[in-house]
């Protein structure tokens, strides 16, 4: 079935050529993703709550991409902007492939433990008959077949290893099992990582062949495997933690891609950052600085701090903080999504000529 989509004909040859470029460290502008719709659409009922969670298992994958087509169809795709639908199953959905019990909420998914148990008695593996994970694979293959060759369908949200382990544990019991138990937590990560793996594996043997790149929960485009990597969990531990629990993770999962960020999520993850930088293969940070904080825009220190060290930068900022950023720092290297305030599209179009004239 054919999307009618506000995206230009040869908006794919363009994105696959400076996004390519981008990554490659040789395009002298940032890239700017900016999804804009007209202001009569955006409080329509097709633009309620995305989480799949909340259809019925036993509903015909179709029949849920269906009410995703007035939204795909809705928006405005400019800039760096690309048409994408993200299987959104909430964040850190291994924990359902391994047990964890599931539940959907109108805006988040929620996922309880399933082993309350001694810590030496859980082992972290998918089970491949798992509903979740069957659902997850059958809306991705549904809209490949559906979709594949107008839009990039992305990777669920896995989440990353702490985070799993937080579901399958509950967050109290792992900060406890990290200090009591560490051995434990040793051998339950490398499995959560070796789960991971296998889980990207099978979703991008499912997605590329559609052929338009790869992309994550955010929208970051690549050409070929990578994804947005993340230990949320990560605000509440050190550096010497995050060094024994995480970054080994963050290695393996880097070493099995060639596009790989990291979704820097909280002030509290700035302790971190040292680590993060030091990694090779990980390609850019995304610098959220956390729910009641100033913009990324206040935070020039540290997006200065991530250029310096080699690394991409992708943050979501306002038009006027993009217009900051990209007057103290440059534009090269960064990745701006527009989010607040929402613009039209005849204004995010003035908004992107404003851009080029910085």
Known sequence: MTL?????DDGWERIARDGSAWWAGELDR????????????????????????????????????DLFVPRLEATHY???????????????????????????????????????????????????????????????RAAVARWGGQLTVGFTDL??????????????QLMIDLVRTPEEVDRLVRETTAAWLACYDRLYDLIAPAGRGVTPWAPCWSPGRGYMLQSDVSYNISPQMFARFVLPDLEACCAAMDYAFYHLDGVGQLRHLDLLLSLPRLRGIQWVPGYGKPGPEHWLPVLRR???????????????????????LGG???????????????????????????
């Open 306 to 328: 991530i250029r310096e060290s080699g690394k991409l930068c992708q943050v979501t900022v306002s038009p006027e903080g993009a217009r900051t950023i990209l007057r103290a």
């Open 78 to 140: 400019l800039g760096d902007a690309f048409p994408r639908f993200w299987p959104n199953f909430g964040p850190g959905v291994v924990a359902a492939f391994a047990g964890a019990r599931v539940q959907p909420r109108a805006d988040t998914t929620w996922f309880l433990p399933a082993h309350t148990g001694p810590i030496a008695e859980l082992h972290v593996s998918v089970d491949w008959q798992n509903a979740w994970w069957q659902r997850v694979v059958e809306v991705t």
């Open 159 to 172: 989440g990353g290893n702490l985070d799993i382990l937080a579901h399958l544990r509950g967050l109290q």
């Open 332 to 358: 090269r290297g960064f990745c701006f999504i527009i989010d607040e305030p929402p613009l039209t599209p005849a204004e995010g179009a003035a908004f992107l000529r404003a851009l080029e004239m910085i």
């Open 4 to 8: 009618h989509l506000h995206f230009p």
């Open 30 to 65: 940032p890239l700017v993703v900016l999804e804009c719709t007209e202001p009569e659409d955006r409080h329509k009922p097709h633009f309620a709550s995305t989480f799949l969670g909340n259809f019925p298992l036993d509903m015909p994958a179709d029949d849920v991409l």
